[in-house]
């Protein structure tokens, strides 16, 4: 991971009977407030986000401009035991700072992520709550809308090339899925959402887990398109990531 450096800085807090912190770039804000965290105390300035994810992320007109508030939460069978609490493993071990130091480390790379401003935790206990704060990128939409909308004419090929930048740069995605890669009316491509990633030595097994994955997505996310369509589309993707793989992108 990045180096500990002067833009990032530390800010504990204590809320009830809880102790919490933030992490954040000093050099996009000079200060911050639990209460950022917080959906509801941004009023008429919050807006849900009404697609992918889980129900945690909100658009909002923070300080820094506008940016995505996400809340951590749990999805599946572990959903039934808490929605929003994760086990304690110390500070640098929380979804949020690790997703923070992550993204600043691609962006340092000089990959296209939606760069990380502030992430909290809130312990209480043996357990915690968490959240993270990104820049919007604005007149982004996913993989999937744009397949959807344009009838299957997605930027498949710049998709691919966008993968495999990133592959080689030896990102393992968690969780890469059809919502989870952005394009603007410009076919520039950004990928989002690093929970649970890390960087490893490009290797074919785990590349092949993210495309599969990204196969799956996209076929269940399909809407009116057929099975066939969707498979069709994703062969092309593959080859541009095949092609950019093969001359070191």
């Known amino acids: 991971m990045v180096d500990f450096d002067a833009s990032e800085s530390l ?41 992918g994810g889980r129900g945690g992320a909100w658009f909002v007109d923070a300080p820094s401009g506008p940016s995505v508030l996400r809340l951590y939460l749990r999805g599946g069978w572990a959903a039934r035991i808490s929605r929003d609490q994760y086990l304690w493993h110390g500070s640098n071990q929380t979804r949020s700072f690790a997703e923070f130091r992550l ?27 968490a959240s993270i704060l990104l820049e919007r990128l604005p007149g982004a939409s996913s993989l999937a809308a744009r397949a959807q909308a344009d009838g299957g004419e997605a930027p498949w090929d710049e998709a691919g090339q966008l993968i495999a ?26 990928l989002i959402d690093f929970d649970q990633c890390s960087l490893r030595i490009p290797a074919t097994r785990w590349r092949e887990n993210n495309l599969a994955r990204l196969q799956r997505s996209l076929l269940k996310l399909r809407g ?26």
């Open 11 to 51: 800010s504990p807090f204590r809320e009830g009977s809880g102790i919490g912190a933030i992490l954040f770039d000093s050099k996009r804000v000079r200060q911050v407030d639990p209460d950022w965290f917080r959906p509801a105390q941004w009023g008429e300035r919050a807006h849900p986000v009404d697609s």
């Open 103 to 129: 993204t600043r480390e691609l962006a340092a790379k000089g990959l296209p992520v939606a760069r990380p401003i502030a992430a909290s935790y809130l312990r209480e206990g043996m357990r915690y709550r």
């Open 165 to 190: 930048r990133f592959h080689r740069a030896g990102l393992d995605h968690a969780d890469l899925n059809a919502d989870n890669v952005l394009f603007n009316a410009q076919d520039k491509g950004w």
């Open 224 to 249: 009116e398109r057929t099975r066939n369509d969707v498979l069709q589309d994703f062969q092309r993707l593959r080859r541009a990531y095949d092609l950019a793989w093969g001359r070191g992108y």
